[in-house]
């Protein structure tokens, strides 16, 4: 059973980078066959695609926040992370990272973890 | 910046059946298939159906899904309490983006 477990901050000074890492038991990334993605989830919101990562770096970004979002993968760990600069309180969400299996034309995330809140704020 | 759009709520009482519907554009739901999630509250999503009509295992066949042209639909039937939750519906955009829906909030009477 693929277990995924968000670990980082969970409060951030605005204007400085969110770090958050995501920790995958029960299979191996580098295994491949699945990307590794990270979505969040504002307050009492809906959901947002953030991006996802392949083991072998690759990667595909929201173009919303390309900009400021890198994802990258530590196989040796068995773990990927996300780090979003330039936070604003806009940012804060909940965060969570999923495993993604490509399936027909569109993705599906299978497993998730359980989500960590990140709260933006001086 | 949800591009798929849902009614916010839905109700019915139990044994009723619920339909949610899931209204996109020809880059979305008109060119590729769609995925529906369940978010139990306090809880991450959990997969309900992939790729329009198909259940994971475990899913129960009360739940189903349809698509066509640039809407898609979930069906419950014989709806449950336990089916309290909000609902989501996913698909991947042209514009490299993969879009979720707005979520629907369905509450058992």
């Known amino acids: 059973q693929v277990q995924l477990q968000e670990s980082g901050p969970g409060l951030v000074k605005p204007s400085q980078t969110l770090s958050l890492t995501c920790t995958v038991s029960g299979g191996s990334i580098s295994s491949g066959g699945y990307y590794w993605s990270w979505i969040r989830q504002h307050p009492g919101k809906g959901l947002e695609w953030i991006g996802y990562?392949?083991?072998?770096?690759?990667?595909y970004y929201n173009p919303s926040l390309k900009s400021r979002v890198t994802i990258s993968v530590d196989t040796s760990k068995n773990q990927f992370s996300l780090k979003l600069s330039s936070v604003t309180a806009a940012d804060t969400a909940v965060y969570y990272c999923a495993r993604v299996l490509p399936y027909d034309t569109t993705p599906l995330f299978d497993y998730w973890g359980q989500g960590t809140l990140v709260t933006v704020s001086s | 910046q949800s591009v798929l759009t849902q009614p916010p709520s839905a109700s019915g009482t139990p044994g009723q059946r619920v339909t949610i519907s899931c209204s996109g554009s020809s880059s979305n739901i008109g060119s590729n298939t769609v995925n529906w999630y369940q978010q139990l509250p306090g809880t991450a999503p959990k997969l309900l159906i992939y790729s329009n009509n198909q259940r994971p295992s475990g899913v129960p066949d009360r739940f189903s899904g349809s698509k066509s042209g640039t809407s898609a639909s979930l069906a419950i039937s014989g709806l449950q309490s336990e089916d309290e939750a909000d609902y989501y519906c996913a698909a991947w955009d042209d514009s490299l983006c993969y879009v979720f829906g707005t979520g629907t909030k369905v509450t058992v009477l």
């Open positions: 990562i392949y083991y072998s770096g690759s990667t």
